[in-house]
């Protein structure tokens, strides 16, 4: 096994159960920024991976959400129906109107002709936090599912690269991903929306989706950072999205007007599927704070961080040492990619002080959390070697979104470190917090066993020195 510094590997699997992985083509894509049509293939899980998809057996007829025969803590399909429920009167004609948050999706389904749209609710209200997960931390599952199962998809067909010229149901949309603030809008559906809510690992939940036949909306207030880098159609997309994050624009307004073709050359531009504009945006920034973060000095103590939400449990562990990262997952069984295991599975990618240049084998919790991690350290003009470790529990029942991992992180850094003068004090201190033995977790981590068993030649001077 190569070691850490600039080494490159694939991320490692332990356990029964195979998370599946991206294709190198798709994978090119989010670093590359390709302009590749093979990149249509479908990245979503598959319907059997769900737990609430359970066609093969008989748990939820025996169980009908009382029991938790899967494993977990509540039953997914309650709480699915339950917001279904909740939403369906709202939704009962093909006409519907709203303030939308402002929100758009972008799907890659079909690829390079895609079906893209708003997100508007039923509701004239101030809906700006339903599309901000920036502002969603602490809040439970049932809120989430409850305000997002309200965000109906307003689909209309286009080519990525002939967006600006496919009418005005695009430039209103257009319109609305670039809006500082809810924008009221009037959707005219060709058929009534469809029940259901979507969920993914990566995306945001949303409800139902319905075909546009038209749509009217009212004036709205472009965000000012975000309409001089449109206007600017010489600079690069990667140069749009770091400026505007060094500005403070938040990172999921950067990712929506990345996924409306808002930024780069003008010539290059085009709109690349919600999916997608989420993780490049998370590693396009995160990179960027590498560049800079590499020349600063180390910390010089271990440090510990910790956060807890949706039974996910995040320990964060830094070392004085360059730069170089590890995000490693554990999936206890009955969680959502863990839904028949009998053992808890281990997933892990990492990089050393040069990067890496290929596609995390994780996704994008990689890059999410790697972004959160590269705020503090700029903030401290320091840099380290960081490990992300998380345990996610039979509690966290659906996925709800890359952002939780960006947010849990981000809540982990903006507390008072633990501070200890030894690896062993810091491995304590996590073993505590953790079910899965400590021991486990060394032998699936890559910088870890090599920080563990190999000695730095600055160790070999100092030991000689003495």
């Not at 195979?18 to 190198?24: E, Y």
């Not at 800079?292 to 995040?314: A, C, G, Q, W």
Request: aromatic content about 10%; hydrophobic content about 35%.
């Amino acid at each position: 096994m190569r070691g850490p510094i600039g080494g490159k590997r694939n991320g490692k699997i332990v356990g029964q159960v195979r998370k599946p992985k991206p294709s190198l083509q798709d994978n090119q894509w989010v670093l590359k920024l390709l302009d590749d049509h093979n990149l249509a293939a479908d990245l979503n899980y598959s319907r059997d991976q769900l737990v609430t998809k359970t066609r093969g057996s008989s748990l939820c007829v025996a169980c009908k959400g009382g029991k938790f025969l899967c494993g977990k803590t509540r039953c997914p399909l309650v709480v699915r129906f339950s917001s279904y429920f909740n939403s369906a009167p709202l939704l009962q004609s093909t006409d519907l109107d709203g303030a939308c948050p402002p929100g758009v999706f972008v799907g890659r389904i079909g690829y390079p002709y895609v079906y893209a749209g708003p997100l508007v609710p039923p509701i004239h209200e101030d809906t700006s936090h339903y599309d901000q997960p920036e502002s969603w931390f602490g809040k439970s599952i049932d809120e989430i599912v409850g305000f997002r199962s309200l965000l109906v998809r307003g689909k209309h067909r286009v080519h990525v690269k002939e967006f600006e010229d496919s009418g005005k149901i695009m430039e209103q949309t257009f319109d609305l991903a670039l809006s500082v603030s809810p924008v009221d809008v009037e959707l005219n559906l060709k058929k009534k929306p469809s029940a259901a809510l979507v969920l993914d690992d990566q995306i945001q939940p949303f409800g139902p989706s319905a075909p546009l036949k038209k749509m009217q909306i009212s004036n709205s207030k472009w965000d000012h950072h975000i309409q001089k880098a449109y206007f600017d159609d010489d600079l690069k997309a990667s140069e749009a999205v770091t400026t505007l994050f060094q500005k403070g624009t938040m990172v999921t307004k950067i990712q929506r007007a990345f996924s409306v073709g808002a930024f780069g050359m003008k010539e290059q531009r085009r709109l690349v599927p919600t999916r997608w504009s989420i993780t490049a945006v998370d590693s396009i920034i995160s990179k960027d704070m590498m560049e800079k973060i590499r020349t600063f000095p180390e910390i010089n103590e271990y440090r510990v961080y910790e956060s807890r939400y949706l039974d996910n449990r995040f320990e964060i562990l830094m070392m004085p040492r360059e730069w170089s990262y590890e995000a490693m997952e554990a999936w206890y069984p009955g969680t959502v990619w863990n839904p028949s295991g009998k053992n808890t599975v281990l997933y892990s990618d990492w990089e050393g002080f040069g990067g890496r240049s290929t596609y995390a084998s994780i996704g994008g919790c990689y890059y999410a959390a790697r972004l959160a991690v590269g705020e503090l350290l700029m903030k401290e003009r320091r840099q380290a070697l960081v490990v992300v470790l998380r345990e996610a529990h039979p509690g966290y029942i659906m996925p709800v979104g890359v952002w939780q991992v960006r947010e849990n992180v981000r809540n982990a850094l903006r507390q008072k470190p633990l501070k200890y003068n030894t690896l062993e004090e810091a491995l304590t201190r996590i073993a505590g917090q953790f079910q899965i033995p400590m021991k486990q977790w060394i032998q699936q981590s890559s910088l870890l066993k090599n920080t563990i068993f190999q000695r730095r030649i600055t160790d070999y001077v100092e030991f000689h020195s003495t």
